[in-house]
């Protein structure tokens, strides 16, 4: 059984900084881009950041470049997004998501076919 498993979020200061975390369960982690989205209530579901299988390749929001970095570790099955400079606009659920169905780093919702449950970060101003 996949099971994407996301940690991290909570309420932070405007300007804060949060790690989350995405612990991959039950397939082969090194062989799938990561990507993570978010969901503020009453928005649809976006895009954040995603990683490629090797960690070669990212790609940002522009709304998130040079605030967030991705990041990966597959010898702990586990994938990271490092938020800096936190704004109140970053308010949302945080998903993580795995694919191996393209080449490179996928950014749209329906080029995922794992989810995790998300995780909330709240930003006060």
């Known amino acids: 059984q996949v099971q994407l498993v996301e940690s991290g979020g909570k309420l932070v200061q405007a300007g804060g900084s949060l790690r989350l975390s995405c612990a991959v369960s039950?397939?082969?982690?090194?062989?799938?881009?990561t990507g993570w989205f978010r969901q503020a209530p009453g928005k649809e579901r976006e895009f954040v950041s995603a990683?490629?299988?090797?960690?070669?390749?990212?790609n940002y929001a522009d709304s998130v470049k040079g605030r967030f970095t991705i990041s990966r570790d597959n010898t702990a099955n586990t994938g990271y997004l490092h938020m800096n400079s936190l704004k109140p606009e970053d308010t949302a659920v945080y998903y993580c998501?795995?694919?191996?169905?393209?080449?490179?780093?996928?950014?749209?919702?329906?080029?995922?076919?794992?989810w995790g449950q998300g995780t909330q970060v709240t930003v006060s101003s």
């Open positions: 039950g397939l082969t982690f090194r062989i799938y881009h």
């Open positions: 998501a795995c694919t191996s169905r393209y080449g490179t780093t996928p950014v749209r919702v329906i080029d995922y076919d794992y």
């Open positions: 990683i490629s299988w090797n960690g070669e390749v990212t």
